[in-house]
Structure formats: C-alpha cells, structure tokens
Nanobody, 124 residues
Framework: QVQLVESGGGLVQAGGSLRVSCAAS????????MGWFRQGPGKEREFVAG????????YYPDSVKGRFTISRDTMKNTVYLQMNSLQPEDTAVYYC?????????????????WGQGTQVTVSS
C-alpha cells in the first residue's frame, strides 16, 4: 500500500510560480509511474503531468506544456510539479497519483493510489 502526501500549495498572484511536492511511502517508489492531476471548482479532474518510473518519459497536455515541469527524486521518494506563469484558471486542488507500472508509456488515468490533494489558488 502506497501513501502519498502532497504539500506546497498556496496562494500566488497571476504570473507567479509555485512548486508542489508529493512524498511517497509504503512501497518501492521506483516501481511506480507518477502523475499529477487537478480539479478546479465545478470542473472534472484533469491530468496535468506524468513521469515514468525512471524519469525517462514525461508527458504534459497542451494546457500546461511549457509552463509546468514534473520531476522525481528517487532518493527522497518524492515527485515535484514546478508551475510557472500561473493563471487564475490554474486554480484547483492538485493531486499526485501513483501507478504500478515499469514501462515508458504515460497513462492519463487508471492510477492505483492517490494523495489527499493540495490547494493552489491563483489570484488575478
């Protein structure tokens, strides 16, 4: 059983940056592909970034490409999401997720474990 705990959310002005983190425990971190999702008010959950088990493959949807960067630190069992040029439409609860998968394909759904989320609010 993998536990995921997000941190680093907060309030930021439009155009600003924020980095959220997700600490994993209870499993072998390197065996899991990791993803970040978000859910804004009144919106469906949206995939925003994914990284393969070894960091060899990364994928972003067009909505965040060029602004968000996902990374992972195997020594710290942590995955990060660096968010730049934030806009009010990026306001959401951000969730990390883990998928037991050792391939290089990036899934945009069907993850096995989820964190509790961290709120990111971007003011205009």
């Amino acid at each position: 059983q993998v536990q995921l705990v997000e941190s680093g959310g907060g309030l930021v002005q439009a155009g600003g940056s924020l980095r959220v983190s997700c600490a994993a425990s209870g499993g072998t971190f390197r065996r899991y592909a990791m993803g970040w999702f978000r859910q804004g008010p009144g919106k469906e959950r949206e995939f925003v970034a994914g990284i393969s088990w070894n960091g060899g493959t990364i994928y972003y949807p067009d909505s965040v490409k060029g602004r968000f960067t996902i990374s992972r630190d195997t020594m710290k069992n942590t995955v990060y999401l660096q968010m730049n040029s934030l806009q009010p439409e990026d306001t959401a609860v951000y969730y990390c997720a883990a998928k037991y998968y050792s391939g290089q394909y990036i899934y945009t759904g069907q993850y096995d474990y989820w964190g509790q989320g961290t709120q990111v609010t971007v003011s205009s």
